[in-house]
């Protein structure tokens, strides 16, 4: 099992930044990539961006540029760094840890981007 715990999100004007944490823990050793996804209001889940324990990373197109995700391996943490804000990035945002047998969740933070 793992568990993960987002740090709080915020409000913030479009064009600013927000940084978001997760923190896993458990059987962190079994854990192949974390990622993020997110959901705003009335829409599907929609996957944001991951970071392998080899170190690669991928990003949605619609943050790419924008969005950095990287991990700190010694901390057992996961962070999104995510700059140019934009009204249409207003979601809940959920951590998300990959092992060979399961994905785990975290509860989700919330993000509002105010135009």
């Known amino acids: 099992q793992v568990q993960l715990v987002e740090s709080e999100g915020g409000v913030v004007q479009a064009g600013g930044s927000l940084r978001l944490s997760c923190a896993a823990s458990g059987s962190i050793f079994s854990i192949t990539s974390m990622g993020w996804y997110r959901q705003a209001p009335g829409k599907q889940r929609e996957w944001v961006a991951v970071?392998?324990?080899?170190?690669?990373?991928n990003y949605a197109g619609s943050v790419k540029g924008r969005f950095t995700i990287s991990r700190d391996n010694t901390k057992n943490t996961e962070d999104l760094q995510m700059n140019s804000l934009k009204p249409e990035d207003t979601a809940v945002y959920y951590c998300?840890?990959?092992?060979?047998?399961?994905?785990?969740w975290g509860r989700g933070t919330q993000v509002t981007v105010s135009s």
């Open positions: 970071a392998t324990s080899e170190g690669s990373t």
């Open positions: 998300y840890a990959d092992t060979r047998l399961a994905r785990f």
